[in-house]
């Protein structure tokens, strides 16, 4: 579907991506569910680091929320750190348009003891 290059759909592909993390991330917080993301192991990490920056403001956002909600498992550390995910987060958390999406980045850098390693 991303691969239409039409505006609409990459939004709504983008929107689903992020509910679907926030759903998974939800799952994990609430201890029904542990290991590895399954939108990272379908390659979506690498579409969402590569097109961070590349659509409209609302499109962008779902990105934004997919890759906070993403980050918040542990699970998921080593994918974010080779995967740049971990620059795309601590871009989100300084110039994010949306106040919500930059205190949720901030939240996942903060909480992951290995991202804050990698930051230094």
Do not use: P
Request: with cysteine; proline share 0%; charged share 25%.
């Amino acid at each position: 579907m991303v691969r239409s290059r039409h505006n609409n759909v990459i939004s709504q592909v983008a929107r689903g991506v992020a509910n679907f993390a926030k759903c998974e991330s939800r799952r994990i917080n609430q201890g029904q569910w542990k290991g590895r993301s399954l939108l990272i192991e379908d390659g979506a990490l690498d579409w969402l680091v590569a097109n961070c920056t590349n659509f409209a403001d609302s499109t962008r956002h779902h990105i934004e929320l997919a890759l906070c909600h993403l980050a918040q498992n542990e699970e998921n550390t080593v994918d974010f750190i080779e995967s740049g995910g971990i620059k795309e987060l601590l871009r989100i958390s300084k110039e994010s348009s949306r106040e919500d999406i930059c205190k949720l980045a901030k939240k996942a850098l903060k909480s992951n003891s290995a991202f804050l390693v990698e930051l230094q």
